[in-house]
């Protein structure tokens, strides 16, 4: 995967918009992320156990979100090793119908940044519908050009 050019140290300002990208969820999806995380959690796969146990369908797993919406940041970064921290508050769940699936929309804008530390803090809003998923999503990226 290519990435879009890295933001440089004094190129960067607080209040930049850094995109906007939909991360599409579906059930099969979701079995494969079971499987390569080793969440095997029924909430995530299996209907009839996540509506018993108070959700509205199965929902994606939080950690399948956190790193879906962090990709927006990474590509704006140049690519996840300029990522030098990433975290987030898992808020509301993302339910998953079956057949239709999920959107997750993400978008970023940046927040702070420190030249002299050759550093920008990015904050992420992830969102499915209406409702924000995800609070306090923050990244700390390394600009070019940083000692």
Same mark, same amino acid.
């Given at each position: ?50 509506? =018993?146990?108070?959700?509205?369908? #199965? ?8 790193? @879906? !919406? $962090? *990709?927006? /940041? ?25 057949? =239709?699936?999920?959107?997750?929309? #993400? ?8 030249? @002299? !530390? $050759? *550093?920008? /803090? ?26």
């Amino acid at each position: 995967m290519s990435h879009a050019q890295r933001p440089a140290v004094g190129s960067v300002a607080a209040g930049d918009e850094i995109g906007s990208m939909t991360v599409h969820v579906d059930r099969a999806r979701l079995v494969e992320y079971a499987g390569a995380s080793g969440d095997r959690n029924p909430i995530h796969w299996d209907e009839r156990f996540a509506t =018993s146990v108070g959700l509205p369908d #199965v929902i994606a797993h939080g950690m399948f979100t956190m790193g @879906a !919406a $962090g *990709e927006l /940041v990474s590509r704006w970064a140049g690519g996840a090793p300029h990522v030098r921290s990433y975290s987030c508050r898992f808020i509301k769940p993302v339910p998953v119908p079956h057949g =239709s699936g999920a959107d997750v929309e #993400v978008s970023g804008v940046v927040k702070s940044v420190d030249d @002299a !530390a $050759g *550093e920008a /803090v990015v904050e992420l809003t992830v969102r499915h519908g209406e409702v924000k998923v995800l609070g306090k999503a923050l990244a700390r990226v390394a600009l070019d050009g940083a000692a």
